[in-house]
């Protein structure tokens, strides 16, 4: 389905939500509204958007500069904003190899901007869905090498995955087809009261009655079950403004954020 025949403006929808939840300007008036019912029912929402942006930027600067990492997997992308993966990436080592993965026509109008990266690396732009493992990863080897490490980033996209065992069986495919040494940066939402996720609870409801796609939170058990197999670097699954340093000025948030690394 072309990226014209999928973009409809009269229901609200989570790349353009989101993109006004951090401040930006590509949404409608129904991402507006449907966002600011949600901010109202749950007001942390806004500080999730931004913590997991800095999550985003603590990651990728941490696996270039101090891992060595040169090529990157970026699934989910959203709508591009200041300081993407490849930007941070290229900006610690401008060879750097960028796979983008979405499919969001609004993304894809977009999709000019993000590919936009270095005279020496590589950002390259794929449509795909993430149920579609198989498809993403035949896709991508065609600019990243997978006898070489690869960070695969999947922030805020296995929640729309409704299944648990799908979307586990999706970290599980892609990640048997990268190499040792390779890693998975994740974020996802949860229900935890320990973090005050339980107000994500009816907000989620309303959101899946009125916005798409549908979202569901998980507990920590669950979310750590997508690291199995793998390696979790310190300081281990958090809240994502609390990753490898404080964000002073966000909240602790019911968003759980950690990197990974396959042995």
Same mark, same amino acid.
């Given at each position: 389905?072309?990226?014209?025949?999928?973009?409809?403006?009269?229901?609200?929808?989570?790349?353009?939500?989101?993109?006004?939840?951090?401040?930006?300007?590509?949404?409608?008036?129904?991402?507006?509204?449907?966002?600011?019912?949600?901010?109202?029912?749950?007001?942390?929402?806004?500080?999730?958007?931004?913590?997991?942006?800095?999550?985003?930027?603590?990651?990728?600067?941490?696996?270039?500069?101090?891992?060595?990492?040169?090529?990157?997997?970026?699934?989910?992308?959203?709508?591009?904003?200041?300081?993407?993966?490849?930007?941070?990436?290229?900006?610690?080592?401008?060879?750097?190899?960028?796979?983008?993965?979405?499919?969001?026509?609004?993304?894809?109008?977009?999709?000019?901007?993000?590919?936009?990266?270095?005279?020496?690396?590589?950002?390259?732009?794929?449509?795909?869905?993430?149920?579609?493992?198989?498809?993403?990863?035949?896709?991508?080897?065609?600019?990243?090498?997978?006898?070489?490490?690869?960070?695969?980033?999947?922030?805020?996209?296995?929640?729309?995955?409704?299944?648990?065992?799908?979307?586990?069986? $999706?970290?599980?495919?892609?990640?048997?087809?990268?190499?040792?040494?390779?890693?998975?940066?994740?974020?996802?939402?949860?229900?935890?009261?320990?973090?005050?996720?339980?107000?994500? $609870?009816?907000?989620?409801?309303?959101?899946?009655?009125?916005?798409?796609?549908? $979202?569901?939170?998980?507990?920590?058990?669950? $979310?750590?079950?997508?690291?199995?197999?793998?390696?979790?670097?310190?300081?281990?699954?958090?809240?994502?403004?609390?990753?490898?340093?404080?964000?002073?000025?966000?909240?602790?948030?019911?968003?759980?954020?950690?990197?990974?690394?396959?042995?």
């Amino acid at each position: 389905m072309s990226g014209s025949a999928r973009l409809n403006t009269s229901v609200a929808h989570n790349a353009r939500v989101w993109n006004y939840w951090i401040g930006g300007k590509d949404n409608y008036e129904v991402d507006q509204r449907v966002g600011e019912h949600v901010a109202g029912m749950f007001p942390l929402i806004r500080e999730i958007a931004r913590a997991d942006r800095w999550f985003l930027g603590q990651a990728v600067r941490f696996l270039a500069e101090e891992r060595g990492v040169r090529q990157f997997l970026d699934i989910g992308t959203g709508l591009p904003t200041a300081d993407n993966t490849h930007e941070i990436a290229q900006r610690v080592a401008p060879e750097s190899r960028i796979v983008y993965v979405d499919n969001d026509p609004i993304v894809l109008a977009h999709a000019r901007t993000l590919l936009t990266g270095t005279a020496e690396g590589v950002t390259d732009y794929i449509d795909a869905d993430v149920h579609d493992p198989a498809g993403i990863l035949e896709r991508a080897a065609g600019t990243l090498d997978f006898t070489r490490p690869v960070a695969v980033m999947m922030l805020g996209i296995l929640n729309f995955v409704l299944d648990f065992e799908a979307a586990r069986d $999706i970290v599980r495919e892609v990640m048997a087809d990268v190499p040792s040494g390779s890693f998975l940066v994740l974020t996802h939402p949860t229900h935890d009261s320990a973090v005050g996720g339980e107000g994500q $609870i009816p907000a989620m409801k309303f959101w899946n009655e009125n916005a798409t796609p549908p $979202i569901t939170a998980r507990g920590g058990e669950e $979310i750590a079950a997508f690291f199995e197999g793998l390696d979790l670097l310190e300081p281990g699954l958090v809240s994502c403004s609390r990753w490898r340093g404080e964000a002073d000025s966000l909240a602790v948030v019911p968003q759980y954020g950690a990197v990974a690394v396959k042995p």
